[in-house]
T-cell receptor
């Protein structure tokens, strides 16, 4: 498997500011990581696929200029929520897969609250 | 494509009873499926998986059934315990690359 760690676990920020969320694969070199968003009492919605050394691939409807993804190394992907607004308040979760047809391992999630 | 999440339905069962949680997936080309359990404020945890060349797979107290004809998955939990209370999601692997999640079911186990 893979151990995935996110930081911070919880963040509160003011509207209009930017917030960076880190996702680390602690024991596996991941060329690909995935970012999900989850609103209360809803399912996980895939936002984007983070690709090491290249641009992220965004799902339809996700604004790439608002949700900046940087996958600078095989163990770290970051998601930056730019000019955050209260409607961006959500639970953000990253995941890693270790093989072509294997499960996804998830971080513990980051709770973002924009006030 | 991706299944859109709506507000979660709830399944309430008595401790010791069996639970059956259902899920419809969206892409007939998906060939790998996973059931995840999510506790409040945490990331999803793997429960059991199944590949499309199988109809049934059993784990410890859990069984997954796959019906590809109607694109339906079910998770059966035997002798449900209070610790099983959580939200359960099915996930389908799309294009051998990314997982899309179903809408989820909240399981409430009454003591």
């Amino acid at each position: 498997g893979a151990v995935v760690s996110q930081h911070p676990s919880w963040v509160i920020c003011k509207s209009g500011t930017s917030v960076k969320i880190e996702c680390r694969s602690l024991d596996f070199q991941a060329t690909t990581m995935f970012w999900y968003r989850q609103f209360p009492k809803q399912s996980l919605m895939l936002m984007a696929t983070s690709n090491e050394g290249s641009k992220a691939t965004y799902e339809q409807g996700v604004e790439k200029d608002k949700f900046l993804i940087n996958h600078a190394s095989l163990t770290l992907s970051t998601l930056t929520v730019t000019s955050a607004h209260p409607e961006d308040s959500s639970f953000y979760i990253c995941s890693v897969r270790t093989g072509r047809n294997t499960e996804a391992f998830f971080g513990q999630g980051t709770r973002l609250t924009v006030v | 494509g991706e299944s859109v999440g709506l507000h979660l339905p709830t399944l309430s069962v008595q401790e010791g009873d069996n639970s059956i949680i259902n899920c419809a997936y969206s892409n007939s080309a998906s060939d790998y499926f996973i059931w995840y359990k999510q506790e409040s404020g945490k990331g999803p945890q793997f429960i059991i998986d199944i590949r499309s060349n199988m109809d049934k797979r059993q784990g410890q107290r859990v069984t997954v059934l796959l019906n590809k004809t109607v694109k339906h998955l079910s998770l059966q939990i035997a002798a449900t315990q209070p610790g099983d209370s959580a939200v359960y999601f099915c996930a389908e692997l799309y294009n051998f690359n990314k997982f899309y999640f179903g809408s989820g079911t909240k399981l409430n186990v009454k003591p």
